[in-house]
């Protein structure tokens, strides 16, 4: 039994106990910090034990909802078997077929796409934690916040330029639904780098109170493409399990819209709720990304 595949669901609880006591306090930072907490340990893994051994720990927390009511002689048609793709090993049935096309492409890729895969990884790792960094003090030392955001910036750009090199190899693999997962990351790296755009171009501007809205958008799309991509793909597994990529194409084309979605919402209704005009301790030379 995958030791860590338990320890991680019951992060989730817990982490869901957060959430809960959050939303009645109002009081979201340790929701937050238990998420970022959680997404470094992640992604740092990949790095520690490997690309294969990681992506069979991801295959294997989306084995436990995909397999239920499957068996060995009656596999979905959006479902496969593998060998060694899942840290569960022989234990259920069969495994999500994109799950599979994503260990085999990694375990037995070239090293160009390893590298990608590492850099997007990293920097979407780095982007993500300046960019909370700087939310949450925007209105910190001028010089060194703005520093931070160019450094962030620079990061996002990294991950999403290596996102885009993955997605334009998605075009022959069915398992993804070939050209929809290209033009489906396509636009997911759209939104995020989009919003990044839009706050940085809005401090050059000197419209700080915009720009503090894109950040916010920003970090909706963040949330929204690591970890609502997550938990929709998760939940929605199992309802579209007899077709390549059902749960996964509707994850990519709608996470991170999701996202900033969600962000604006939580914008109006809970941070901007008792705001009538921008905080005056917050200058034009202050920037949360750029």
Known sequence: MPID????????????GVLVHAWRTERYQWFV??????????????????????????????????NIGVSGADIPGGMATCTDCSAWGDRFAAHP????????????GPTSRNN?????????????????????????????????GR???????????????????????????GAWAT??????????????VMSVMKIRSGDVASHRIWSIRYAGSMWGAFWLFRV???????????????????CIWFSAPLGVALAEWIRRTRLDRDVTAPSATVGPDVAVVG
């Open 5 to 16: 595949v338990i320890v991680f669901f019951i992060a989730l609880a817990v982490w869901a």
């Open 33 to 66: 910090r238990f998420g970022l907490a959680l997404l470094v340990v992640l992604n740092v893994r990949y790095f520690i034990d490997g690309q294969a051994e990681s992506i069979a720990f991801f295959v294997a927390i989306y084995d436990v909802l995909d």
């Open 97 to 108: 077929s994109w799950g599979v096309a994503f260990y085999e492409r990694f375990a037995n």
């Open 116 to 148: 990608l895969l590492y850099g997007h990884i990293g920097a979407n790792t780095v982007a993500f934690l300046l960019m909370h960094y700087q939310l949450a003090r925007p209105g910190g030392s001028g010089g060194r916040h703005r520093l931070i």
């Open 151 to 177: 450094i962030g910036f620079g990061a996002i750009t990294l991950g999403t330029v290596c996102a885009m090199l993955l997605a334009a190899q998605h075009g022959s693999v069915g398992e993804y639904q």
């Open 183 to 196: 033009w489906g990351f396509a636009s997911m790296s759209v939104v995020v780098w989009g919003c990044a």
């Open 232 to 250: 929709m793909l998760f939940v929605l597994g199992p309802f579209t399990r007899g077709v390549d990529a059902g749960a996964l194409q509707f």
